[in-house]
């Protein structure tokens, strides 16, 4: 079956714009995690959303948010962008109700603020 | 809070060599925890888990990881390195309450192989 679909992989932006990725879990998956992994930070949880409403977040500023769709798609947006907030950004999907902690992740989008 | 600490952020052996990449974890729960691997340009894989069961798990791709509740470790093994080895391989923790699909990652360990 199809994985985890995460788009665009790449792009570029420059500061202040804003910017919404997407990502396309695995069918009948209803969780959807996001996290940002940069060189000098890691790998960090940005949130999870399951069936439509956010069940975890981490960290990160108010600039930083998401949403999922009734069909378990999800976005994140993340707006006035900052040089900082270039990154690798994954998703991963699970069925959200195992607590099997196995997460399957995209290939993620790859964000560069000029 | 749970975290885990990956002892070596890079490692380097010889094809066929022993690999071991360290992690030590921090939970004031049971944890579940988990080894991921990432080839370059792409997402991160499962290797294993252990999540209370069998204290040696054993993955995919040859490697296992034994549970060492006395030493707080989980640390990645393999007999036998092979070049397709070469990534990035992350240890992670999520404590075992239901519904909690956050994981918190240690910093990775880029495993070099040489030939």
């Known amino acids: 079956k199809a994985g985890v679909t995460q788009t665009p992989r790449y792009l570029i932006k420059t500061r202040g714009q804003q910017v919404t990725l997407s990502c396309s879990p695995i069918?009948?998956?209803?969780?959807v995690s996001w996290y940002q992994q940069t060189p000098g930070q890691g790998l960090q949880f940005l949130f999870e959303y399951f069936s439509e409403t956010q069940r975890n977040k981490g960290n990160f500023p108010g600039r930083f948010s998401g949403r999922q769709f009734s069909n378990s798609r999800s976005e994140m947006n993340v707006s006035t962008l900052e040089l900082g907030d270039s990154a690798l950004y994954l998703c991963a999907s699970s069925s959200g109700t195992s607590n099997s902690g196995e997460l399957f992740f995209g290939e993620g989008s790859r964000l560069t603020v000029l | 809070a749970q975290s885990v600490t990956q002892l070596g952020s890079h490692v380097s052996v010889s094809e066929g060599a022993l690999v071991l990449l360290r992690c030590n974890y921090s939970s004031s729960v049971p944890p579940y925890l988990f080894w991921y691997v990432q080839y370059p340009n792409q997402g991160l894989q499962l290797l294993l888990k252990y999540t209370s069961a069998a204290t040696l798990v054993k993955g995919i791709n040859g490697f296992e990881a034994e549970f060492k509740k006395s030493e707080t470790s989980f640390h990645l093994t393999k007999p036998s390195a092979h070049m397709s080895d070469a990534a990035e391989y992350f240890c992670a923790v999520s404590d075992s309450n239901f519904g909690n699909e956050k994981l918190t990652f240690g910093t990775g360990t880029r495993l070099t192989i040489i030939p």
């Open positions: 069918s009948g998956h209803r969780s």
